[in-house]
């Protein structure tokens, strides 16, 4: 597949990591910038609205000059911007979709807003200079609708049926917390820095000790109906073994950290297993921050291996929040011509976007 200009340019401010990023419309990621504001959050113990939006605001103009700079794209060479305008915390939505607006007006650019987690459902067809995924050869090689899609991340854990970009069903969810804040949750039990999901994956990937069958997880989830998940009762359960106790040696923490993250992996492979089971999908992926963990990404190859199929996952560094997710999910709008012009209201602006009720309006089922 040949690199193909025009290029989207991307922003992605929804929550505590601003990112920008020039993707073409084959999911080809020209270049990508990312920042963290990991540090500023430290010390609350969690994500502060306010300081995330002000942080925004600091870096996002700057990112994008260097975007342009450093991969030698011009505005003229792109065919608009796409902004993410849901869901998200709304001081930090509000920084990206002005400067999108203002950036569209100047540029007379169009512009549109994306679903962030619809974006998330984006960044498995994406790639770049160094990765190639082996199954996207040419635009029309996409896997094989419909789509079982489980996306995991810090504010949600769904499992989605994707017949096109524009018919997504909400097989099941959470019924409480995410997988990901319970991985948060359990870092920050722990001491760990903010955010835990990546700490906790650490941890225990350092635990020498190996699982043994005859031993009794400390940490269970219980069955859920139908496809849903539940989270809050295993954070409940370490919080209550952790603060029994006023210290742990760390080799006890790698353990503890161990079964945690076993524990919620394998309730998410019961739920994907189980609808590839009695769905039988054409094809399998999953995606979200928490698709970053390496116990997780090992098991997935597993029940791939065991379901026949291979299981898609995005390459690491696009698991996390991104702006090229939201780029690519931008073109499959306009391929639909769906885009809204610039002067009207990007937070409405999905409205009248076919991909409008992602969320809402796709019935449980
Ligand atoms: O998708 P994402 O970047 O942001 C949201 O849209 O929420 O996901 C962030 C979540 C956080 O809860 C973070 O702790 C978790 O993904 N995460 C991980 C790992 N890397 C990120 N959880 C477990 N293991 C990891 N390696
Ligand atoms: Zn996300």
Redesign the pocket.
């Known amino acids: 597949m040949t690199e193909k200009p025009p290029y989207i340019l991307a922003i992605e401010t929804?929550?505590d990591?601003t990112s920008v990023a020039l993707v073409n419309s084959c999911g080809f990621v020209k270049g990508l910038k990312r920042a963290h504001q990991n540090n500023r959050h430290q010390y609350f113990g969690g994500i502060v609205p306010e300081v995330a939006s002000r942080a925004h605001t600091e870096v996002l103009i700057p990112m994008i000059e260097d975007l342009f700079l450093d991969t030698g794209v011009a505005t003229s060479d792109i065919e608009g911007i796409a902004v993410t305008n849901r869901p998200g915390l709304i001081g930090s939505l509000l920084v990206g979709v002005v400067t999108a607006k203002t950036l569209a007006l100047a540029w007379n650019k169009p512009i549109i807003g994306v679903n962030?987690l619809f974006g998330?459902i984006a960044a498995n067809m994406l790639w770049d200079e160094n990765i190639r995924p082996p199954h996207l050869f040419s635009q029309d090689s996409y896997p094989r609708l419909p789509w079982l899609v489980l996306l995991v991340?810090?504010?949600?854990t769904v499992l989605y049926w994707v017949e096109d970009c524009y018919q997504i069903f909400i097989l099941g969810q959470t019924r409480d917390d995410?997988a990901?804040?319970a991985?948060?949750k359990f870092?920050k039990l722990l001491g760990l820095p903010f955010?835990?999901?990546?700490q906790?994956?650490y941890l225990a990937r350092g635990w020498s000790g190996r699982l043994d069958s005859h031993k009794k997880s400390p940490f269970h989830i219980g069955e859920m109906p139908g496809y849903d998940f539940s989270f809050s009762g295993i954070k409940a359960a370490a919080e209550r073994l952790i603060k029994g106790r006023s210290w742990w040696s760390d080799e006890e923490k790698m353990e503890l950290a161990f079964y945690y993250?076993k524990a919620i992996v394998d309730s998410l492979l019961t739920k994907l297993k189980k609808a590839s089971n009695e769905l039988r999908p054409p094809s399998v992926m999953v995606t979200?921050?928490?698709s970053?963990?390496?116990y997780?990404r090992d098991e997935l190859n597993k029940l791939g291996g065991y379901l026949n199929t291979s299981i898609l996952i995005p390459p690491l560094c696009y698991?996390?929040?991104n702006a090229a997710m939201v780029g690519l999910a931008g073109w499959w709008h306009w391929d639909k011509r769906t885009w809204v012009s610039q002067d009207s209201d990007a937070v409405r602006a999905f409205a009248s976007s076919l991909a409008d009720d992602f969320l809402s309006k796709h019935q449980s089922g």
């Open positions: 929804s929550c990591d962030h998330h991340s810090g504010g949600h995410a990901g804040e991985f948060d870092g955010p835990g999901g990546p906790v994956d993250q979200g921050g928490v970053a963990n390496s997780f698991t996390t929040d």
